[in-house]
């Protein structure tokens, strides 16, 4: 049995999805033993409830004025005291934007091992993880000392949620100094009501939008079927969206349930974000794209036609 602590990350007063895949990876990870989830901030208590019936045996309240917001120095100061202090044998975070910057950085100041962007966990345990732009997999195992990875989202299926168990809450007071970073204000773009990294479907769009308003069909779908607007980088170079948008190596990777790929031709660049969606649909008026090689479904047409039809064919269905 091993101690296993997990970093649960919010947003907007909400626990992302990620923190319960967290949860379910440090299950595994734990053979039975405890399961402590972490939250930075006074009102991390709030979330006791579902962090405990996600797995959580118990949660740290991780309190200091300088953890209101995410900076590299402040989480990573508070990150390396709790770990100090728990003493656990594998620590879990979510591969997103604050844990892609925080899990190395704690990872070298630690002397810790770190498997980042897990996709799978096999016995062993034994890591897998996407290589040169997802053509190809590795698997990694730890030979020694404490295990540190960082999951991709939408990857490590959800357990169950065990109603009415309870999580021990425990406060923990951390010293942070020295910040060489103060954020002032926030000022977010995003590409709608769905986190575009957690979205279990993505409607996305390519230069064949043909401009700004050429999304106003793709919103409208993603409407539909509560989905996320993602875009290629051609899209956002061209300015017909924001760069929060942008799906592939030099963006986002994401791995929804559903991938609608709107007038994109599928450059490489782009499949490296994109290609381990478990279901892609590709629309696009040329019948030889490279983006019809990666997808599982194919539709050859104007996706100005095209993606009307499949609102309306859409609203019928779920109605």
């Given at each position: ?6 970093l649960a990350e919010a947003r907007d ?93 704690v990872a070298a100041r630690l002397g ?90 993505i409607v996305s769009g390519g230069r ?112």
């Amino acid at each position: 049995m091993k101690k296993v602590l997990v970093l649960a990350e919010a947003r907007d007063g909400q626990l992302r999805n990620v923190s319960f895949e967290a949860l379910a990876a440090a299950n595994i990870l734990a053979e039975g033993g405890e399961i402590a989830a972490a939250v930075f901030g006074a009102d991390g208590g709030s979330f006791a409830d579902a962090l405990a019936q996600h797995g959580a045996d118990k949660v740290y309240v991780v309190n200091n004025s300088a953890l209101a917001t995410y900076t590299p120095d402040g989480y990573s100061q508070a990150l390396q005291q709790l770990i100090k202090a728990v003493s656990p044998d594998a620590i879990v975070l979510g591969h997103t934007s604050i844990g892609r910057d925080l899990a190395p950085r704690v990872a070298a100041r630690l002397g810790y091992g770190l498997v980042s962007d897990v996709t799978a966990i096999e016995a062993g345990p034994v890591f897998t993880r996407p290589i040169y732009a997802g053509k190809a997999f590795q698997k990694r195992k730890f030979r020694e000392g404490c295990i540190f990875i960082t999951i991709r989202p939408n990857n490590i299926p959800v357990g169950q949620a065990e109603a009415g168990k309870t999580a021990e809450v425990v406060p923990f007071d951390v010293e942070i100094k020295d910040l060489r970073t103060i954020v002032k204000e926030i000022v977010r773009k995003t590409s709608g009501k769905v986190d575009l990294s957690e979205a279990k479907v993505i409607v996305s769009g390519g230069r064949g939008v043909k401009s700004a308003d050429g999304f106003k069909p793709l919103y409208e779908l993603a409407e539909v079927l509560g989905a996320a607007v993602g875009a290629s980088r051609g899209a956002c170079d061209a300015d017909y969206c924001d760069y929060s948008m942008q799906i592939g190596q030099t963006g986002k990777v994401v791995t929804p349930d559903l991938y609608i790929a709107c007038g994109i031709s599928g450059a490489i660049q782009h499949l490296a974000g994109m290609s381990n969606s478990k279901v892609i649909v590709a629309i696009n008026k040329d019948p030889e794209a490279p983006i019809f090689q990666v997808a599982d479904y194919g539709i050859v047409g104007d996706l100005f036609e095209v993606v009307p039809l499949l609102t309306e064919e859409f609203k019928k269905v779920l109605a």
